[in-house]
């Protein structure tokens, strides 16, 4: 269930980010709207499966949070592959 949410998670990330920047041609939204639209986003993420997953949409981030010993490294093999 954890991966379902994290790869869900993503989709809407990358979806609705990468489309603000497509939407910059057309109406020039500007980088400050484009980062809005990003940390929005981000957000509602976080709301929508973050109690499911904790929130892992970046592998980098899994990673850290291992390094510092906030995660179990076992974890981090679900989080960063499918």
């Not at 979806?15 to 939407?23: D, P, Q, Y």
């Not at 499966?49 to 899994?62: D, R, Y």
Request: some cysteine; aromatic content about 10%.
């Amino acid at each position: 269930m954890q991966i379902l949410a994290e790869v869900v998670g993503t989709y809407i990330l990358v979806f609705i980010g990468c489309a603000s920047a497509l939407t910059d041609r057309v109406e020039k939204v500007g980088i400050v709207g484009i980062a809005m639209v990003w940390g929005f986003v981000l957000m509602a993420a976080i709301y929508a499966v973050g109690h499911i997953s904790g929130a892992h949409f970046n592998p980098a981030v899994t990673l850290a949070l291992a390094a510092i010993r906030r995660t179990r490294w076992k974890q981090v093999i679900n989080y960063c592959y499918l």
